[in-house]
T-cell receptor
Framework: SQQGEEDPQALSIQEGENATMNCSYKTSINNLQWYRQNSGRGLVHLILIRSNEREKHSGRLRVTLDTSKKSSSLLITASRAADTASYFC??????????????FGTGTRLQVTL | KAGVTQTPRYLIKTRGQQVTLSCSPI?????VSWYQQTPGQGLQFLFE???????NKGNFPGRFSGRQFSNSRSEMNVSTLELGDSALYLC???????????????FGPGTRLTVL
């Protein structure tokens, strides 16, 4: 079953603009990871944020985590056409007994136009 | 370091047949997990193997099975294929360090299975 929802389901922006995607989850987590997927291919790991961290940066990516609200956001700054993809959040839940079992959100489809 | 590799990349089978998919993790990674991705159900966890033992299992029927070898390579088998088994099957590997909070998981390109 899905851990939660991602919002929005689809997002269309122009190159150079910022894109923000949100992820909500339901249970306590060990960590949260963001992935990118291009057209039915494999998942590319973007960033991992631990449950005791509030913000993390990697290049043009900024991830925040609010465990009190059970939500996370992914900000892509100065977007490029190559950022066009689906983005998924995945949580490692405390109640599953293993950190290796990921529960995925529903994904956000990002379209960046020239 | 080479990434996670999966073979074959594409597979077409008919109902009732069985299929075996293979996954080679990143060198040094001991945990291999399998996921199924479909348009209707999204990404769902199948099972995880660590040191040749199944450590966790998702909610899939017994037709779905797997194993892990001593070199951490893993195989997944689906018997008596059904139309609904058509999906992208992804495997992921991680270091699986103690503590769990730090374990990034890296995915392979997937095997696209079509059941006719």
């Amino acid at each position: 079953s899905q851990q939660g929802e991602e919002d929005p389901q689809a997002l269309s922006i122009q190159e150079g603009e910022n894109a923000t995607m949100n992820c909500s989850y339901k249970t306590s987590i060990n960590n949260l990871q963001w992935y990118r997927q291009n057209s039915g291919r494999g998942l590319v790991h973007l960033i991992l944020i631990r449950s005791n961290e509030r913000e993390k940066h990697s290049g043009r990516l900024r991830v925040t985590l609010d465990t009190s609200k059970k939500s996370s956001s992914l900000l892509i700054t100065a977007s490029r056409a190559a950022d066009t993809a689906s983005y998924f959040c995945a949580t490692s839940r405390v109640d599953t007994g293993t950190a290796s079992k990921l529960t995925f959100g529903t994904g956000t489809r990002l379209q960046v136009t020239l | 370091k080479a990434g996670v590799t999966q073979t074959p990349r594409y597979l077409i089978k008919t109902r009732g047949q069985q299929v075996t998919l293979s996954c080679s993790p990143i060198s040094g990674h001991r945990s291999v997990s399998w996921y199924q991705q479909t348009p209707g159900q999204g990404l769902q966890f199948l099972f995880e193997y660590f040191s040749e033992t199944q450590r966790n299992k998702g909610n899939f029927p017994g037709r779905f099975s797997g194993r892990q070898f001593s070199n951490s390579r893993s195989e997944m088998n689906v018997s008596t294929l059904e139309l609904g088994d058509s999906a992208l099957y992804l495997c992921a590997s991680s270091l699986a360090l103690r503590g769990g909070s730090y374990n990034e998981q890296f995915f392979g390109p997937g095997t696209r299975l079509t059941v006719l």
